[in-house]
Structure formats: structure tokens, C-alpha cells
């Protein structure tokens, strides 16, 4: 049974996954003080005690962290704007804006020397044909075809079930690309040691796929592309490339928080997302130095099963340097399905078992001891609950944090979410943030160091913890604008 609560915090709370091995900071105590693994356990899985909060310690900022404006941007003028999100004509927009933040400029900028209409043909492909990773099958999603790709074949002047590969194959329209942007998403929080030393974090685009009208006009008065939204998305997730450090990075990112929803703000978010997602940024990347890191898919209604995650990297297809191709990869941090409760896996995590009960651990795509592979190319959101077959056991905490760590857990039981963060939507109105990222960040009236708003969540097996994610990112960018390198909080939802 898992139950979820909206909690008001009336003084500190302190409520750690693992009491038994995780330390607590005394209110006096300053974490920079402490060092790398101390503060891992020190703040691991707490609702933050954030100490960028407390005036004794540190100056406020000027402008506080707006977490609307500068970390999950969302707002209709954002995602609907009237030149960047769509191809349709519009008075006024200035060059360089249209289309800026659609599906087709983020795919022609990750193309390389591939031709972007193969490029995407050659990714969707993969939605209909058998592919394997790993050695695990990643099986076609039976209603893909029915649901999203005959009725964008239709539009493109092409009989539905056409081919989009080899011989004969339609040419689809990608300035009528049926993905609905959601948000904007900034992730500057993934900077530190625990993300290759010097990367100063990721970005995200996120959008919803929808299902292009049969009849009736493609667009809606205001230039938005028409369709009913299905329940999948696509995120295409940027590491931060190195054209700025993380401290500017945070300093540019942080500026949005001043400025107004609008014209000017728009023009800024342009600015910082042309930076990160446009070829030639980061040159050790490959497809002319794109830092795309990966693209993820969720999606119920492509299939006819259980929701169902993806991940797809560019990979090197033999053409050279610039020959990469968006090929499915393994999972991050997620074991096959099939391999929950394998006896090798159970011994792989026993061993590890301190490493992830402080989320430090990395879960091998090869066991290296057994040769067992563990990670797949897919996930379903099943809310079986991870490693509970253990002899002996994980602890409660050990093995929650481990199914935390995995993209079907943190998407589903261990959040109590229902598999996507970030919602799909209609035209006109704003996604929906699951409690896990749409928490307040109010701060406690008795305490400014922590949150007035809590998310208490049971997973299946009785283990009880709370969250207040919002808050933690916040707290860590309150660090990034201080340009303090070491990360305060772990990346997962706890906290370093």
C-alpha cells in the first residue's frame, strides 16, 4: 500500500531513510566543513536542512531563487510562445526565434551529417522494430504506429502506414512534429565531483507526444500545432557544455528570476538554451560537439501494456566522428526487469549494500564478479518493489534507496508518482508536476532553514521517508550562486 500525505512542517524535521547509519548536522555545523563522504551521509534523504537559508551563515541573496522562473520553467508564455514553439507563421518574430525550441530545430542541431528526416526516421524505427540492449529484448510498442505515426504520415502528404525507412519511405514533415513542449527544465544542481568533476550540470527539454487531427486545420488561432495529447514524452536531456563555468552558468540561469514572463525573458532563456543545445558547444561531443547527454521516453499509450521508460544516446554508427545515430542504450541505474531478485543481483547489491544505502553506488551494465548483465534498454513502471528477495535482506533502507535510484522506482512507488514528473497537456493549458517536483518552497515559519511543506510517502513494503525536492534544488543553487564547488545535496531526491 503506498500512501502519500501533505505534511506542514511546524519545527526542523530530521527524518532519514537509514537512522541507524545516517548522521544528522547540528544547526551550527557548516556541511562545507565536512568532508565528501561525510556529507553524503550526513544530509542523505533528509528533507534539507539548508543552511544557504540561515542569515547567521550566510547573506540572502538579492534576488531569491525563483523556482518557477529559473528551475522547472513551465508557464504558458514559455511553452506556448507564439514564435519559438512552433513553425506556424507569426507576426513579429524576430530572426533566429522560430521554431527555436521544437522538436525539429533540437533534432537538426543533434543530427550531425545525417540528414535530419533519416535521423528521426532512423529513432523512430526503433519504436516498431525488435532492437536489443544488453542482451535484454526491446520489444515494438504495438500501438505506436496507430496512435502517433500514421496520423503524422497523413499530415505529411503520405498514406498512413507508409514506410519511414529504406525503400519507399515517406518523408515526414518535422515543422508538424506532433511533440508539445511542456518545460524548460534546469538542472544546474547535477554539478559537482559526484557528476565527472568539472561538469556544471545538465538542462532539459521536455515535451508531450500528441496525435495530429485526421481533419480540420493543423494549427489553432494562435499558431499552436492541434492534437490530442497522448500520455508519452520525450525528454532531451544537455549536459551543460563547457563554454561557462558552473558558477556563471548559475549566474545566467539565476537572471531569469528577475525578469518578468515575456518578451525579454524569452529572449534570455533563447540565449541560454541555444548555448547548451546547439552544435559546436562542447568539441570532445560528438555530431559536431552537440552535448546532448541523452533522450528519454515515457509513454503508456504507444503500447498496450504497462508504462514503459526508454533511453537513446548517440552512438557511433562507423561513419566517422560525425556518424552518430540515436540508438537505444541501457537504462541508467536500472536493472532489467527480469533481473529483479536474481540471485546475482541480490549479491551484487549485498556487497554494495553501504554504497547504497548512501546512494553512491553505480549499478554495472556487466556484474563484473558473475558476468550477469543487469541493465536493459527498457523499464516498465510494474511497482514491484526492487531487491526484497534478498537472503539475507537488504535493509529497508538499503533497498529503498536502491529502487530510488532506478528509473521505473523513482518514477513510480518510491515518489508515489504516476510515471511522469511533468505531465502532458492540451493547448492552453500548463503541465502538471507530480508532488515530487511540484512541492512548495515555502520556507518553515519557525525554521527559514527548511521547508513549510512536506511529501510523505509509504512505499509498498511499509518504509516511510518525505521529500521536498523543490526545496533541495533550490538549496543547491543557493550554493552555485555562492560559486562553492562541492555539491550540498545528492542528486536522487535526498541530499549530499
Known amino acids: 500500500m503506498k500512501v502519500r500525505t501533505l505534511t506542514m512542517l511546524a519545527a526542523p524535521l530530521f527524518v532519514s531513510l537509514a537512522a541507524a547509519s545516517c548522521a544528522t548536522i547540528a544547526p551550527s555545523d557548516d556541511p562545507r566543513d565536512l568532508d565528501d563522504e561525510n556529507i ?16 547567521s551563515v550566510y547573506t540572502p541573496l538579492t534576488v531569491p531563487v525563483d523556482f518557477d522562473r529559473e528551475v522547472v520553467i513551465a508557464d504558458l508564455s514559455v511553452v506556448e510562445d507564439p514564435c519559438r514553439t512552433t513553425w506556424a507563421p507569426a507576426v513579429g518574430c524576430a530572426a533566429g526565434t522560430v521554431g527555436a525550441w521544437t522538436f525539429a530545430t533540437l533534432m537538426a542541431r543533434m543530427a550531425g551529417t545525417t540528414p535530419v528526416q533519416q535521423f528521426v526516421a532512423e529513432w523512430l524505427d526503433t519504436f516498431e522494430t525488435p532492437q536489443a540492449v544488453n542482451g535484454f ?54 554539478q559537482g565531483f559526484t557528476y565527472g568533476g568539472e561538469t556544471p550540470g545538465e538542462a532539459r527539454f521536455v515535451f508531450g507526444m500528441t496525435q495530429l487531427p485526421l481533419t480540420g486545420p493543423l494549427f489553432d488561432a494562435s499558431g499552436q500545432l492541434n492534437g490530442a495529447e497522448l500520455q508519452a514524452t520525450t525528454i532531451f536531456e544537455y549536459k551543460l557544455p ?21 518578451g525579454v525573458y524569452n529572449t534570455h532563456l533563447q540565449k541560454l538554451t541555444d548555448e547548451f543545445s ?28 504497462p508504462w514503459v521508460l526508454r533511453e537513446y544516446r548517440l552512438q557511433d554508427v562507423g561513419l566517422g566522428f560525425n556518424g552518430f545515430a540515436l540508438q537505444n542504450g541501457t537504462t541508467a541505474q ?18 554494495n549494500a553501504p554504497d547504497i544505502d548512501n546512494t553512491e553506488h553505480s549499478v554495472p551494465e556487466i556484474d563484473p564478479t558473475s558476468g550477469t548483465a543487469f541493465l536493459g534498454g527498457e523499464t516498465s513502471a510494474s511497482f514491484f518493489i526492487w531487491e526484497n528477495g534478498n537472503t539475507p535482506p537488504l535493509s529497508l533502507s538499503e533497498r529503498y534507496h536502491f529502487g530510488f535510484s532506478t528509473c521505473n522506482d523513482c518514477h513510480t512507488a518510491a515518489t508515489n508518482t504516476g510515471f511522469t514528473h511533468i505531465a502532458p497537456r492540451p493547448i492552453g493549458a500548463p503541465t502538471f508536476l507530480s508532488t515530487f517536483l511540484g512541492m512548495s518552497t515555502t520556507p518553515s515559519t519557525s525554521n527559514p532553514r527548511m521547508p513549510q511543506f512536506v511529501q510523505s510517502v509509504t512505499d509498498g513494503m511499509g ?21 562553492e564547488p562541492k555539491p550540498y545535496t545528492r542528486s536522487n531526491g535526498g541530499v549530499h
Open 40 to 55: 553524503g551521509e550526513a544530509q542523505q534523504a533528509l528533507v534539507t536542512d539548508c543552511v544557504y537559508f540561515d542569515t
Open 242 to 262: 563547457p563554454t561557462q563555468d558552473f558558477c556563471s552558468w548559475g549566474a545566467n540561469w539565476h537572471t531569469l528570476s528577475n525578469l518578468p514572463f515575456g
Open 334 to 351: 536500472t536493472p532489467d526487469d527480469s533481473i529483479n531478485n536474481h540471485p546475482d543481483l541480490d549479491a551484487w547489491t549485498l556487497a
Open 278 to 305: 546547439s552544435p559546436g558547444m562542447d568539441p570532445s561531443a560528438p555530431n559536431f560537439g552537440v552535448s546532448i547527454g541523452q533522450v528519454r521516453t515515457n509513454d503508456i499509450d504507444l503500447g498496450f501494456g
Open 463 to 483: 518504509f516511510s521517508t518525505k521529500f521536498n525536492e523543490p526545496w533541495r534544488r533550490v538549496c543547491e543553487l543557493n550554493r552555485i550562486l555562492r560559486c
Open 137 to 190: 529484448p526491446v520489444n515494438p510498442r504495438g500501438n505506436f504506429r496507430a496512435a502517433f505515426l500514421d496520423p503524422w504520415l497523413v499530415a505529411s502528404g503520405c498514406p498512413a502506414g507508409s514506410p519511414i525507412v529504406g525503400a519507399g519511405a515517406c518523408s515526414l514533415d518535422l515543422k508538424i512534429a506532433p511533440f508539445r513542449l511542456l518545460a524548460i527544465v534546469n538542472r544546474i544542481d547535477l
